[in-house]
């Protein structure tokens, strides 16, 4: 676009981008690791009888303070390298959970049952390394100076403003068969996160870049365009997070992940291709390589996310508890948050397709023989209303 400044392919441009990698990469990191800590922190205290919250512990707050750090080297991260390289860096926190889930729970496992469940985890770490060293070796060079006048420029301009409208046409239309059609599909719900994020991935790339230009000493916070595009950066992450919670109580988390990282990145590095002109002096191998890296780190990132656990559904159930002398009385389990459907430890189970054969028989309570004879008339119920106990 004409009137908008670059930065020469060169030794500076080759520096920022491995300065924004590396600060990417570590930012991703940090948050893995936060994540963990804090996941650790509350198994610790659910398996014991710790009183004390979880906000109350060392453990949480230091998870705390390393997301913190984290998702501040990611905004700076911003600032220096172009959106294209630094959306699809999100892979790197993926990896990153996968190998400290596997190394928290430190499970017992046969050399069979490793190889069959955790072969595809390492397939899609390959694949997700291998496309990350190609989108970052054959990624966009220029880069362009993020004064307050090259955004507005940027923002004016007939490409930005056709998105734009365009996104909003389409986010309006997923919006009403969400909300109006009840259309609470995944994709659905993670197609209004990426349409928000690759406006947040603007905004935020905007304010970071001129945040670092007015910490070398050229002000920009004096621009009316730095707050606007403030505004628009808090706004949309809000929605985003509404958005995802609402994903997260329909969906399982592993799903989620692998969806919205492939959403996402897409629309990331169509924004940036648009916004900020990544691709103008690129030629067509390197864009090629690029997107061959991009669809590597994809398929990595499902394979990984394919192969997690997956909690299984609750199912209500009947217990008959014979411990109350010669009269069982049936317990109903409808509410899942608060009973576990246990296995076969001597009680009968109704509604629990479960195959017990190798299961002993339950040892049934012995009557004498007046008990025998007596019969019990048609009509009498076995047992009254109050008999019956829900959980």
């Known amino acids: 676009m004409a009137g908008v400044e670059y930065t020469a392919v060169g030794g500076d441009s080759y520096t920022e981008n491995l300065i924004g990698t590396l600060l990417a990469i570590f930012g991703n990191l940090l948050v893995s690791i936060s994540v963990s800590i804090q996941k650790y922190s509350h198994v610790t205290l659910a398996g014991t009888?710790?009183?004390r919250a979880f906000y109350r512990t060392k453990t949480w707050w230091c998870g705390l303070v390393l997301t913190v750090l984290g998702e501040a080297a990611n905004f700076v991260s911003y600032a220096f390298a172009p959106l294209s390289l630094i959306a699809p860096l999100n892979a790197v926190s993926v990896i990153a959970s996968s190998i400290l889930g596997f190394i928290f729970l430190r499970e017992k496992w046969k050399p069979k049952d490793f190889l069959k469940r955790y072969v595809l985890s390492f397939l899609g770490c390959i694949l997700t390394v291998a496309g990350t060293y190609l989108f970052a070796t054959f990624g966009p060079?220029?880069?362009q100076k993020l004064t307050a006048e090259n955004i507005v420029k940027q923002v004016v301009g007939w490409p930005f403003l056709l998105y734009v409208f365009l996104e909003i046409i389409a986010f309006c239309l997923l919006l009403y068969f969400y909300k109006q059609r009840n259309a609470n599909h995944l994709v659905v719900i993670l197609l209004l996160v990426a349409l928000l994020g690759s406006v947040t991935v603007i905004t935020v790339k905007?304010?970071?870049g001129m945040l670092v230009l007015s910490v070398q000493g050229t002000m920009q916070l004096n621009y009316p365009i730095f707050y606007v595009m403030f505004v628009c950066m808090v706004t949309?992450?809000?929605?985003?997070a509404t958005f995802l919670s609402q994903a997260t109580h329909l969906y399982d988390s592993s799903m989620i992940a692998c969806v919205n990282y492939i959403l996402s990145t897409s629309f990331a590095i169509v924004a940036g291709a648009i916004f900020y002109l990544e691709f103008n002096h690129e030629d067509i191998l390197h864009i090629c390589m690029f997107l061959l890296g991009c669809l590597s780190c994809f398929l990595g990132v499902f394979l990984i996310t394919k192969n997690r656990k997956r909690l299984k559904t609750f199912e209500p159930y009947?217990?008959?508890?014979?411990?109350?002398?010669?009269e069982g009385i049936p317990t109903i389990h409808d509410k899942g948050w608060r009973a576990v459907q246990p296995d076969y430890n001597g009680s009968f189970s109704y509604g629990a397709l479960v195959n017990n054969d190798s299961v002993a028989p339950a040892t049934l309570p012995e009557l004498d023989h007046d008990q025998l004879?007596?019969?019990p008339s048609p009509t009498a119920a076995p047992y009254s209303s109050a008999d019956l106990k829900n959980d």
């Open 373 to 375: 004879a007596v019969t």
């Open 49 to 51: 009888k710790d009183p």
């Open 206 to 208: 905007a304010v970071a």
């Open 236 to 240: 949309t992450v809000v929605f985003q």
């Open 318 to 326: 009947v217990t008959m508890d014979m411990s109350q002398g010669n």
């Open 141 to 143: 060079n220029y880069h």
